[in-house]
């Protein structure tokens, strides 16, 4: 087939008038943009710019990608299943909601079609709770406005992994013609499901305290009604939101990227919090299923790392779960997880990156976390990472430290003293192509370091791996560092994780042992940065 062949089969079983107008109107070159290939199954789903054409995120490709899944889902005896489909705010997510709500009827499923723009955990809560065969969340995250997503759930409310990524996109690519696809139209749900997740995470805080103020930003996503509305279930009902961010807005006017670990991201949350002097400050990434937290220091506010924030609820859960429980965290985040859980008579686990993996560690999972602020604190409920549990069980551990004139920082410092200050740091470097990416990891691979900040080290590179383990990512380990470099999921980046681990003799070498890391992480920034 020419590409004008393809071009006019694709704008004549396109449903939407305004994408096949789209297309007819672009140049030679966009077209051949937007026809080098479909969109592809990524960490958890498809991801990509709302757009027409196979390339991109619109009805006819939403429509054709839930007739592969409902296909994919019948041949495994789960024909005539539940399925939970939902939304966020951004552009297109109704339209996209509704069109694969509509497939999945007519393909014979029980749909529970969510009522309104909700997080992400929501869906994943609705799956495990209902016992659906499957989830479908229109969603692109934390990615810029003009990207949207389609995240597929399946039976027990994990993402989807491998092989069923591959077998889905098989099925797709041999769906009909998104025109030639029924579609049975579906009414909404009722809000008894957002009850029953408010009910559980309302619930969570086992701490008496409930007397703190939060400062938090739902950055212009989803989850600003479904936080407040659940740290008030769970007794904090003393937050201030900052108003320009709380409402959704798919574009995102205040912020250059929507992901509040971006620089700049949290700045308007950290002013509100200094402002009505708050305990804790809240940042959401826009579907709800990320969190950062921000703490007064010395020296004012600061957001804290993904890393800091895991080792916190980590060890908050632990002090709460029986012996042998598991917890786990990827192999780009830091090693301290690992050494408390040992510490505590508990077990650990380190995946591949992503929840996906995260969610599979093991029996007796009691909590997960990366780097990139993800957190499951309540994997029985909700299999996936989950912001807004997570924001209310930050607050019950910042509470019941304030019962007692201690704060997360004091915590930090205890953990530093028992096992080593374990100071991280994190270089992207943003491309513009795929094969950027490539060129970059290939360069590297040609010529591996023997030592890095002075220290020799050792080099695992995980292609060499067998499946399902093998993944594009180095790993440099020495005696006190840590590096690893990965291309990123989800965003067009080459990511380097850094961490050095520094002995503290005691309280009062807390400062410099913070001194000689900073120092040593220079170096092993400087390294990345010449990738």
């Known amino acids: ?57 619109n009805v006819a490709v939403v429509v054709r990608a839930t007739a592969g899944l409902a296909a994919w889902l019948t041949e495994r005896g789960q024909g005539g299943g539940t399925v939970v489909v939902g939304r966020d705010a951004r552009h297109g997510s109704a339209e996209f909601a509704r069109a694969a709500a509509e497939v999945l009827a007519a393909a014979g499923f029980r749909v529970v ?47 989807l992994v491998s092989p069923a990524d591959r077998e889905i996109e098989a099925r797709i690519a041999a769906a ?18 957002v009850e029953a997740y408010l009910d559980r995470v309302g619930g969570l805080p086992t701490g008496e305290r409930r007397d703190i103020r939060i400062a938090l930003t739902a950055l212009h996503g989803v989850g600003g009604a479904t936080a407040t509305a659940a740290l008030a279930r769970a007794g904090f009902n003393d937050v201030h939101t900052v108003t320009a961010q709380h409402d959704p807005d798919p574009d995102f006017p205040s912020v250059s990227f929507p992901n509040p670990e971006e620089p700049g991201a949290t700045d308007a949350l950290l002013d509100l919090a200094r402002s009505v002097g708050a305990d804790l400050a809240i940042a959401l990434d826009p579907d709800a299923d990320r969190c950062a937290l921000g703490v007064p220091t010395p020296d004012g506010w600061r957001m804290l790392r993904g890393d800091e924030t895991g080792v916190l609820l980590g060890n908050q859960i632990l002090a709460s779960s029986p ?59 909700v299999r996936d990472k989950d912001g807004i549990s997570a924001a209310v069980v930050a607050a019950d551990l910042v509470a019941r430290l304030a019962a007692d004139g201690r ?15 374990h100071a991280g740091d994190q270089v992207s470097l943003r491309v513009t192509l795929p094969a950027d990416l490539t060129a970059l990891t290939d360069r590297l691979r040609a010529d591996l370091p023997t030592e890095l900040a002075g220290e020799p080290v050792t080099v695992d590179d995980l292609l060499d791996l067998p499946e399902p383990r093998r993944t594009d990512a ?40 913070r001194s000689r890391a900073r120092e040593r992480l220079d170096h092993l920034r400087a390294f990345a940065e010449t990738l």
């Open 176 to 193: 009909a013609p998104a025109a030639d696809i029924p579609r049975t139209p579906v009414t909404p749900s009722g809000d008894e499901l």
């Open 474 to 513: 180095l790993v440099f380990e020495g005696r006190s560092i840590r590096v690893v470099v990965r291309p990123s999921g989800t965003e067009p980046k080459l990511k380097c994780y850094l961490e050095v681990v520094e002995p503290v003799a005691g309280r009062d070498d807390l400062g410099p042992a």
């Open 323 to 381: 012996p042998g429980a598991l917890v786990a965290t990827t192999i780009v985040s830091s090693t301290l997880l690992n050494e408390l859980a040992a510490a505590r008579g508990a077990r650990s686990a380190r995946t591949l990156t992503g929840f996906k993996w995260l969610t599979r560690a093991g029996d007796g999972l009691v909590y997960a976390y990366e780097e990139a602020i993800g957190h499951c604190v309540d994997p029985d409920h």
């Open 113 to 159: 079609f969510l009522p309104r723009p909700l997080p992400t955990p929501v869906v994943a809560f609705a799956v495990r709770r209902l016992g659906a065969v499957g989830g479908v969340q229109i969603t692109a995250s934390h990615n810029p406005a003009q990207d949207n997503g389609y995240k597929v759930y399946l039976s027990g409310g994990a993402q």
């Open 407 to 421: 704060t997360l920082l004091d915590v930090l410092d205890d953990l530093a003293v028992e096992f080593g200050l």
């Open 1 to 57: 087939m020419t590409a004008a062949d393809a071009l006019a089969a694709w704008i004549a079983a396109d449903p939407d008038p305004v994408t096949r107008a789209e297309l007819a109107a672009l140049p030679a070159e966009e077209v051949a943009e937007r026809f080098r290939g479909p969109l592809t199954f990524g960490t958890a789903g498809l991801r990509g710019p709302v757009r027409a054409g196979p390339n991109g995120m």
